[in-house]
């Protein structure tokens, strides 16, 4: 099955700083997401990005479909972004299987 | 629009007994997927429904089960227990399984003792 591989597993910031996380994937893929995952273990949609650029707020992520990887980008971090980020991705002959990355684990300090 | 919805959030039960989850998508999806969330083993999906019909199914064992209702209403059983089946359980939907977003509910929390 197709491999989802995130890097760094871990982050810490300070408050202010900008990161990139990044997300590779072995495969083509119909959907990609990047989700939040929260204190209480929701997990908050980010950005659907198949591929492409979006931004929201200080957020952005990327896709580059053909060379198989994407990035979220994080500017001017705050102490609520704190929290694992999840890419996961859809494959092309899977009904509803959003295969998951291992997440980043980030800690914005004050 | 209201989210999905997950009930219970919260669980405990004792090895051997069984446990149903609901959840209720997004008003409109039609699919729903399941998924597990564990330390050792992250998100790993569980299966997918879509009208009423089981149309995907992950790597997991009989005892793991689940139905959908003709109002797109999901639910998942675990029969016979373990310890290792506490975990976080996460359903999601979208308007159809193929490509569209997929949204989570909150998730129900599963203790077993």
């Known amino acids: 099955g197709i491999q989802v591989e995130q890097s760094p597993p871990d982050l810490i910031l300070q408050e202010g700083a900008n990161s990139t996380l990044r997300c590779n994937f072995s495969?083509?893929?119909?959907?990609l997401q990047w989700f939040h995952q929260n204190p209480w273990g929701q997990l908050i949609n980010l950005f659907y990005?198949?591929?492409g650029t979006k931004q929201n707020g200080r957020l952005s992520a990327t896709t580059v479909a053909t060379e198989r990887y994407s990035l979220l980008y994080i500017s001017s971090s705050q102490t609520t972004d704190s929290g694992v980020y999840f890419c996961?991705?859809?494959?092309?002959?899977?009904?509803?299987?959003?295969?998951f990355g291992a997440g980043t684990q980030v800690v914005v300090t004050p | 629009k209201a989210g999905v919805t997950q009930t219970p959030r919260y669980l405990i039960k004792t090895r051997g007994q069984q446990v149903t989850l609901s959840c209720s998508p997004i008003s409109g999806h039609r699919s729903v997927s399941w998924y597990q969330q564990t330390p050792g083993q992250g998100l790993q999906f569980l299966f997918e429904?879509?009208?009423?019909?089981?149309?995907n199914k992950g790597n997991f064992p009989g005892r793991f089960s689940g139905r959908q209702f003709s109002n797109s209403r999901s639910e998942m059983n675990v029969s016979t227990l373990e310890l290792g089946d506490s975990a976080l359980y996460l359903c999601a939907s979208s308007f159809e399984a193929k490509s569209h977003e997929q949204y989570f509910g909150p998730g129900t929390r599963l203790t077993v003792t």
């Open positions: 495969d083509s893929v119909n959907n």
């Open positions: 429904y879509f009208s009423e019909t089981q149309r």
């Open positions: 990005i198949p591929s």
């Open positions: 996961a991705v859809l494959t092309t002959d899977s009904w509803g299987k959003l295969q």
